[in-house]
């Protein structure tokens, strides 16, 4: 089984992400959905053995980080975004998120932008929004096993 901390908006926080991956046990990676992508490499370089993948958010405006990457493990593909640019704000149904997620043959959508945390399996495509590390305390864990994703919301 592959265990992944999923962080979104920090927004230059990184106390509760540092406390939270020191206490995971078996730890694959970890994703940042954006804001700040300078904390997703702050988590980088003080855990250079763990794969960090990160994405930059709206308040990034000076990161080289990509707007999006699609991850690869154990065989699932992760669509990974902040979700400004896929209208997350607007959209109560994430159509476009979604939209964008099955075209890029993911089995796992990852968003963030909202602060709100929030899952949905909807079309072939699990929704997961871990919320904000930093203003609702949350976060997620995803694991995968045997090809299948399961995922939970957790709270600090």
């Known amino acids: ?3 992944i901390l999923i962080f979104s908006d920090s927004h230059g926080d990184i106390n509760n992400c540092l406390d939270i991956i020191n206490s ?3 730890l694959h990676a970890v994703i940042h959905a954006g804001d700040y992508a300078g904390d997703a490499e702050d988590l980088q370089s003080i855990y250079p053995n763990l794969p960090v ?3 930059k958010g709206n ?10 990457i699609t991850v690869i493990i154990d065989g699932v593909r ?3 975004t902040h979700g400004h640019e896929q209208r997350v704000k607007y959209e109560y149904d994430y159509r476009t ?3 964008v997620a099955l075209k890029e043959n993911a089995s796992l959508a990852v968003f963030g932008h909202t602060h709100i945390p ?3 399996y909807d079309g072939g495509c699990i929704l997961l929004n871990p919320g904000s590390i930093r203003f609702s305390a949350t976060y997620a864990i995803a694991e ?9 919301i957790m709270e600090i």
Not at 144 to 152: L, P
Request: a positive charge; one cysteine or more.
């Open 59 to 68: 308040n990034d405006f000076f990161s080289r980080a990509p707007s999006y």
């Open 144 to 152: 995968i096993e045997n090809g299948t994703v399961t995922t939970s």
């Open 97 to 99: 998120l979604r939209n």
């Open 53 to 55: 993948h990160y994405v």
């Open 118 to 120: 929030f899952t949905s």
């Open 24 to 26: 995971c046990d078996n």
């Open 1 to 3: 089984m592959k265990k």
């Open 78 to 80: 992760i669509y990974v």
